[in-house]
């Protein structure tokens, strides 16, 4: 009796040592995460935030958080704090990758041009006084950037160089037109105000000038170099940033197969069509089918209405809050650094009360040559509209944005990864294809042409940062498989190649929300729910794909 009275207590004490240092644990890395989300690394008003000295800090930072995130026994934390926990890491280790082996800022003038939260807040829904607080504030961090473009960048990146010199030479009219803008809606600003905020634009402007002389005289005369960031960094990033189960090599094979797949999928569909006509034949009978080039924008409204209506109706995702999608005009300089647009996700509600979103069309301009008309025209028809509003509203990043928002732990707010959010954009595309959104087989067959695209954006990275792929053979895959005007190939990959693996969070993400769902549908059985299968999903937050997966079923 003594003895088993013995070891009772000893089991019990050892339970008890055991809890304490679990609980000192998961103390210890609740302290980290109060501490990461303290957001002291947020440099967006240090006049010298693009330095290197400043970088090199950074990353030292970095280096050292990981340092003692490491230091917790993850084994020893609560299911749910190992998400966290995981979370957080990959998050520094994609910092680390940044700015220790990519280093964009020594070859990528674009990094030291940060105008578009200018346009967004002087367009946004603040105060008066709260625009003219900001531009005062980031006015001069903005100067010092280019100052230290011209004194920072050390590699001749060809592309990289054009694609600089377009935004410098088409920034100028934020610091004037809409500078002035602001001025003409916001009378109560001081003339105080007005006068150093006149200054600043003045002196942005000179600055902008002589970077741009930099740019077409002083740039090309430096070492040649290339965007690649290389096989060995590439895969670490594969491994330790986005946790996938790929290689460089095994992500190149995976990317192929699902495009032939796809490729087959759409000439089996464009026989049911029209057996008469190749399928490119077809595509480019739907792609010249588009709405009159002045109502560009009221078109792809129309569409995102229609695909909010489809959500709700058909109890797809639930939608809690009261929103809204506007799509406007795409500010002038950024129109060529993509051939279509971007989305700008609510970031609180507006003066009405709304969470509202924007998506920013290219518009159609009159002042073009007629070549360039046509070729807008039919990168811009009803099938693209019709598939890519689902993408970026209804219910894709809009709604994304609107569940990580809301979200009750301020990590999982602040901070996500393409790899989910462009994946839940494609797979919103998928899932309106599956639920009878689009209204024939032609715009069916534009939607697996753009799921194609996606398809081909996982084989151009990972091809052209490892060594498999040249910048010309990325344009050709682009051009002859996919079905893309050359111009609008361009800035397609150009994207990717100052962006190294964001491209492949599209298609690799939506094959891991279908899996996942694929796999929840099984455990639920007959208490499956697609609604309920989104909102668990959504709710967790906007993590490597392996995370959430690991959050859902636990």
């Known amino acids: 009796m003594i003895i088993r009275i013995f070891f009772v207590f000893s089991f019990m004490l050892i339970g008890l040592i055991g809890c304490k240092e679990n609980y000192n644990d998961e103390k210890k ?25 400043v970088i090199l800090k950074q990353l030292s930072e970095t280096k050292e958080k990981l340092k003692i995130l490491r230091t917790i026994d993850i084994n020893a934390l ?13 998050i520094l280790v994609g910092k680390e990758i940044e700015n220790e ?102 002196e942005i402007i000179k600055v902008l000038n002589v970077f741009v002389n930099f740019l077409e005289n002083d740039l090309p005369i430096k070492q040649k170099s290339s ?92 939608i809690p809050w009261k929103e809204r999608v506007n799509v406007v005009p795409r500010e002038e300089y950024l129109r060529k650094t993509s051939y279509y647009g971007n989305f700008s996700r609510s970031r609180g509600v507006d003066d009405e009360g709304y969470f509202t979103s924007e998506w920013k069309i290219n518009p159609f301009e009159h002042q073009w040559d007629q070549k360039t008309k046509d070729e807008y025209l039919v990168e811009h028809d009803w099938g693209v509209i019709l598939v890519t509003a689902p993408h970026e509203t209804y219910a894709g990043h809009h709604v994304q944005g609107l569940y990580q928002m809301h979200n009750p732990k301020e990590l999982r707010r602040n901070n996500g990864l393409s790899l989910f959010s462009e994946g839940w954009g494609l797979y919103n595309e998928q899932l309106m294809l599956e639920t009878g959104f689009y209204p024939n087989k032609k715009i069916k067959l534009r939607q697996l042409q753009l799921r194609l695209w996606r398809n081909a954006r996982v084989i151009y990275d990972v091809g052209m940062h490892t060594g498999k792929l040249s910048y010309e053979d990325a344009i050709s895959l682009m051009t ?34 279908l899996q996942m769902r694929e796999d929840y549908k099984k455990m639920k059985g007959v208490n499956y729910s697609i609604s309920d299968f989104h909102e668990k999903l959504l709710k967790i937050g906007n993590m490597p794909p392996s995370i959430m997966r690991e959050a859902l079923f636990n």
């Open 480 to 513: 002859d498989k996919v079905g893309f005007l050359r111009w609008a190939a361009q800035l397609e990959i150009d994207s990717s190649s100052s962006r190294p693996g964001y491209f492949i969070g599209y298609f690799m993400g939506m094959i891991e929300i």
């Open 29 to 53: 890395f609740n302290d980290f995460v109060e501490s990461f989300n303290s957001k002291s690394d947020d440099l967006s008003f240090n006049i010298d935030r693009l330095s290197e000295e």
């Open 78 to 90: 609560e299911k749910e704090t190992k998400v966290d926990y995981k979370f957080i890491e990959s």
């Open 227 to 318: 965007f690649s960031i290389g096989k060995e960094t590439y895969n670490k990033m594969l491994k330790n940033q986005f946790l996938l189960d790929y290689t460089d090599e095994t992500l190149w094979e995976f990317g192929w197969e699902e495009f032939n797949n796809t490729l087959d999928k759409m000439d089996e569909l464009a026989k049911e069509i029209n057996p008469d006509k190749t399928t490119q034949e077809l595509l480019v009978d739907i792609k010249n089918e588009y709405p009159h080039p002045d109502s560009m924008i009221q078109a792809h409204q129309y569409w995102v209405d229609k695909s909010g209506e489809h959500i709700r109706s058909n109890n797809l995702i639930p």
């Open 101 to 202: 082996e990519i280093q964009s800022w020594k070859k990528d003038p674009r990094d030291y041009m940060n105008f578009r939260q200018i346009s967004t807040t002087i367009n946004g829904p603040r105060t008066c006084e709260e625009k003219v607080n900001y531009l005062l504030e980031y006015l001069p961090v903005v100067k010092n950037d280019l100052i230290l473009g011209v004194s920072q960048l050390e590699s001749y990146v060809p592309r990289f160089q054009e694609l600089g010199l377009y935004m410098a030479k088409n920034s100028n009219s934020i610091f004037s037109d809409e500078i002035n803008n602001l001025f003409a809606s916001c009378i109560s600003i001081s003339e105080t105000n007005k006068k150093t905020i006149l200054e600043l634009s003045s």
